[in-house]
């Protein structure tokens, strides 16, 4: 809703500033009303475009000239009845795969979207074979208890008793 | 298991690497090689519009530009230049982007612009020839398709030889320097 009053306001400003231009308030384009489906619909590509002149902000989200010429066209392409692909593709033949926040789910997009998953399953592949290792190794050796017999026993016996 | 992973990896911070080049602002446009999109204008200065459709049939030079743009003052005397000396064979025509139409007549008068010189009111055009800023210029061919793009300012060598391009009709390397654009953003008029 507020990308609609926002369009609105910029078509009614447009007006105000090129009103002084001779023969060309005929050529203004008429505010692109939309059902709160089409609004919705419209807010929702919105969201998946990146304004192509600010840093990572969608045409939903950037106040920049661009992102509001831009939103215009969505909205008069929802309301001529396009659907999201369609919307999506006219501008993908435009500004190319760039202008997609996200990118799509076919052939090299694919690798983007599964690598994060391929390297959370190595790392816990990784992580079960060290641990794995490690609890088949055997356990330390232990010292063998000292035996009443050893040498330092016998010397430790003598002298305790040249103290007493 | 220890290498396949260390290859896994590598192999993954490649492909987002090639990802990220993938989805930069490229000099190259999707559009060349495609049929130019249509388009009527209102011209300044007299009452009348322009429609793409009717220079069907002859090369066309199609810059979009701004009266707020430093990069198009520079640029506004080499495309005089060129039309006056070219103008026989091809057209060119000028669109202003986000402009006022004051600041933009006055414009056309301090650099004695004398080509088709209108104004994309709505920016509808700006959208569908997927502009980023100003100065942009499409080179068309006679038959309509869109030969190269250029994305800052023109020079004269840069001109001469795109209009060489446009007379051969043969499709022309992306060029350009996207550092002296000034994108279609919040700084405007």
Known sequence: MRRGRIAAATVLLSAICLGSAAGQDEALPPPVELTPAQEELAEEIESTLKCPVCRSQSVRTSRSFMATDMSLRVRQMVADGKSKAEIQDYFVARYGDYILLSPRKEGFGWTVWLLPFALVLGGAVTIVTIARRWKGRPPAATPPPLSATSTWMQKLERELEETE | ?189
């Open chain 2, 1 to 189: 298991m220890k290498r396949f992973l260390v290859v896994l990896i590598l192999a993954g911070v490649v492909a987002m690497f090639a990802w990220s080049l993938s989805r930069e602002q490229s000099l190259a446009s999707p559009l060349v090689g495609k049929p130019a999109p249509p388009f009527s204008m209102p011209l300044y200065a007299v009452d009348s519009t322009l429609s793409l459709a009717t220079l069907r049939g002859t090369p066309v030079v199609l810059n979009f530009w701004a009266s707020w743009c430093l990069s198009c003052r520079d640029e506004a005397r080499v495309l005089e230049a060129g039309w006056q000396r070219h103008g026989d064979e091809v057209a060119f025509v000028g669109i202003a982007v986000n402009d006022e139409a004051d600041a933009a007549e006055q414009f056309i008068r301090r650099y004695g612009k004398t080509y088709h010189l209108g104004s994309d009111v709505d920016g509808s055009v700006a959208v569908d020839y997927g502009l980023y800023g100003v100065p942009e210029t499409f080179f068309i061919g006679s038959d309509g398709t869109i030969l190269s793009r250029h994305i800052g300012p023109l020079t004269i060598a840069d001109l001469d030889l795109r209009v060489a391009e446009l007379q051969a009709g043969v499709t022309g390397e992306a060029g350009g320097d996207p550092s002296r654009v000034q994108p279609l953003s919040i700084e405007g008029p």
